[in-house]
């Protein structure tokens, strides 16, 4: 077991996060070509608006000064401010940062919200640091993002090993150098925050809900039921959590995860809470877990199960493995999971994949009700927040899924037509300064 945990392990470090925007300006073109997308107009969304690269100092634990670099990419803001997460990851880099902040501008236009697209983060291992150290790190970052963000030109929001506690750091320091007279009015600078300091009810969950929602619509389209349907989940941190939290909740089995750390199954069923219990006191690995199993790295995806739900990182299903998954569903719970190569292998089998874009939009669109709950001065119940979220996401999957059945074409590219389309309405009407 411990030899098995140690190879685990290693063959977990060996995953390359490559090609994002490779595989992000495929799926564009591929849209693009279906919906002959005006070659001037293709040029604008081609390429990013701005991309900011700062290194900076901080002071750590023992005295000594470390330099990190930071990013931030604005892609596209014809339909509203910038809009996406920052991720504290040691992938994190400018190609990286370019591709996700792309999707953002797919997955906003597509929810119908008025934002753009946006995402960055800093190159870091946080395992790596402590609390303290992580709180100088973020504010610092935060001051020298500086006017470069702001609650009316780009929100940042969490995402991979950022949580409700890093915006709050974040919007804290964004306050604190502001004119006294503009503070509070700026607490929606960025969103998902914790619920004591501006943030939304539920809007830790919304991802997950939202990737359960995506699973549960499709179901309900095609006559099924959730009940004793078998599911894996790679990444059990926030999206991965809670979408297995609701799918639970509705009758079906978890029975295989994977983290950073190794990857367990049981055939018979994983408690999603116990789990969840034993990851918190474990340093968030699931590694070990009493009632599973280890599996390899590589034997994954292969895992007998009808949903798989990637929720970790980008570029996990490949040509490797795409022809060994079980899964009659994959949903998209992480930005960018399923690369292009793998994607074909997938539809060639009939597999069906509900894509990123649309699949995990839940938290884009609590994070746009956090920023209208903090820009209207609202206090939005929780009830009231998942009703919402229930009814705009629910009006995204029918428009993406009838899109796909009219033009008989993917989910994916349905759903990038749809987005496109809007952006490229705006650029129509607006025309092209001066
Ligand atoms: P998180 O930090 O809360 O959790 C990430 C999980 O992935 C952890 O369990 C971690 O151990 C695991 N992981 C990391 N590297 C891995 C690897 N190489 N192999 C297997 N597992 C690995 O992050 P999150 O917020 O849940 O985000 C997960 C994905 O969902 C990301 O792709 C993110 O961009 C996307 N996403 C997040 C949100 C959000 O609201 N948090 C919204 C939309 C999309």
């Known amino acids: 077991m411990a030899t098995l945990t140690a190879e685990i392990e290693k063959d977990t470090k060996k995953i390359p996060v490559k090609g994002m925007m490779n595989n992000v300006m495929m799926q564009f073109e591929n849209a693009a070509d279906q919906i002959q997308l005006h070659p001037n107009i293709k040029k604008i969304l081609s390429i990013t608006n701005n991309e900011i690269i700062v290194n900076f100092p901080v002071k750590m634990d023992n005295g000594e000064v470390e330099v990190f670099t930071g990013y931030r990419v604005q892609h596209n803001n014809a339909l509203g401010p910038y809009k996406g997460g920052l991720r504290y990851h040691p992938t994190v880099d400018i190609d990286a940062a370019r591709a996700l902040a792309m999707w953002m501008t797919w997955k906003t236009s597509l929810a119908g919200l ?22 100088r790190i973020t504010r610092r970052f935060t001051f020298a993002l500086a006017d470069n963000i702001g609650p009316e030109h780009d929100i940042p929001a969490p995402d991979v090993n950022t949580n409700s506690q890093t915006m709050a750091w974040m919007a804290d320091t964004y306050m604190s150098t502001r004119p006294p007279a503009e503070r509070t009015a700026n607490q929606h600078v960025v969103t998902g925050k914790p619920a004591g300091s501006g943030g939304l009810e539920g809007r830790d969950r919304s991802t997950g809900y939202g990737v359960y929602l995506s699973i549960k619509f499709w179901a309900e389209k095609n006559k099924k039921s959730l009940k004793g349907k078998k599911f ?28 950073a750390y190794g990857s367990i199954q049981n055939q018979k069923g994983i408690g999603v809470e116990d789990l969840f219990n034993y990851s918190q006191v474990n340093d968030g690995s699931i590694v070990n877990f009493p009632n599973a199993n280890p599996v390899l790295k590589n034997k994954f995806f292969a895992l007998n199960c009808d949903i798989c739900i990637p929720a970790a990182l980008g570029n996990q299903i490949t040509k490797e493995n795409a022809s060994k998954i079980k899964a009659k569903l994959i949903a998209e719970g992480a930005n960018g999971p399923t690369n292009v190569d793998g994607e074909k292998i997938l539809l060639d089998r009939g597999i069906t994949i509900i894509p990123d874009i649309l699949c995990n939009s839940g938290g884009v669109v609590g994070s746009y009700f956090e920023w209208l709950q903090n820009r209207n001065g609202e206090l939005w119940q929780l009830d009231e927040v998942m009703s919402k979220l229930d009814k705009k996401l629910k009006e995204s999957f029918n428009k993406v899924y009838e899109y796909s059945e009219r033009e008989a074409m993917d989910m994916r590219t349905a759903a990038y037509c749809i987005a496109i389309q809007r952006i490229e309405k705006a650029y129509v009407q607006r025309g092209i300064f001066p």
């Not at 008025?114 to 709180?135: F, R, T, V």
């Not at 894996?232 to 995860?257: P, R, S, T």
């Open 114 to 135: 008025p934002y753009g697209g946006g995402k960055g983060g800093i190159k870091l291992d946080p395992s790596k640091y402590s609390q303290e150290e992580l709180e």
């Open 232 to 259: 894996i989940v790679q990444g059990f941190g926030n999206v991965g959590y809670w979408a297995a939290y609701f799918l639970e909740k509705d009758g079906a089995k978890l029975v295989g995860v994977q983290d």
